[in-house]
């Protein structure tokens, strides 16, 4: 199946740093990509759309200040945690589907977790 | 707007048992697919099994298949045979079946299975 890679998969930064997530669909190109963000033993929530060629689409609540995408190519988007703050320890993941598959699968990164201390 | 429920509480399970995993939902989509995820303790999404709303037939994988039911809007995953590295969390999630379309999950169930 189809493959995205999702870097770093853990790290942890200082309070006040920024913090970049790579998401890179290795076989297929993602015009729309997801990034989501998930607390422990909790659901996948929703955080943003990213659109190569233009601006993300946020979900409702989500700063798009703090957290800045940018989907440059068909097979990069990055998600960018500013300021990061201890609150903003979690696990964020992306997600692409290969327009070419055969259904509506959705492949997934392997996660980044971060800790900000 | 999609909605997807995962009422269980965390699911016990013998070895070599079968265990049905529960899932209700609900969208305005006239089209739509359903679909199951595993997430062991590594955080990774492993995609199970796809439902697609004009299925005739419930979906089959391996020891994985979907028992939909569209009038009652439930999607549930039946895993045969358990294995010990079934342990996860087991996310049901629903898309329209439109490009590029989000997906929206429950909130999960925890499976253990016991040898």
């Known amino acids: 199946g189809a493959v995205v890679s999702q870097h770093p998969s853990w790290v942890i930064c200082k309070s006040g740093t920024s913090v970049k997530i790579e998401c890179r669909s290795l076989d297929f190109q993602a015009t729309t990509m997801f990034w989501y963000r998930q607390f422990p033993k909790q659901s996948l929530m929703l955080m943003a759309t990213?659109?190569?060629?233009?601006?993300?689409?946020?979900e409702q609540g989500v700063e798009k200040d703090k957290f800045l995408i940018n989907h440059a190519s068909l097979t990069l988007s990055t998600l960018t945690v500013t300021s990061a703050h201890p609150e903003d320890s979690s696990f964020y993941i992306c997600?692409?589907?290969?327009?070419?598959?055969?259904?509506?699968?959705?492949?997934f990164g392997q996660g980044t977790r971060l800790t900000v201390v | 707007a999609q909605k997807i429920t995962q009422t269980q509480p965390g699911m016990f399970v013998q070895e070599k048992e079968a265990v049905t995993l529960d899932c209700t939902y609900d969208?305005?989509?006239?089209?739509?697919?359903l679909f199951w995820y595993k997430q062991p303790s590594s955080g990774e999404m492993i995609f199970l099994i796809y439902q697609g709303s004009y299925d005739q037939q419930n979906a089959t994988e391996g020891r994985y298949s979907l028992n939909f039911q569209k009038a009652r809007k439930s999607a549930n995953l039946v895993i045969s045979a358990s294995q010990l590295g079934d342990s996860a969390m087991y996310f049901c999630a629903t898309a329209n079946t439109g490009a590029n379309s989000k997906l929206t999950f429950g909130k999960g169930i925890t499976l253990s299975v016991r040898p």
């Open positions: 969208t305005s989509d006239p089209s739509y697919g």
């Open positions: 997600s692409a589907t290969n327009p070419g598959g055969a259904n509506t699968e959705a492949f």
């Open positions: 990213s659109n190569e060629g233009s601006k993300a689409t946020y």
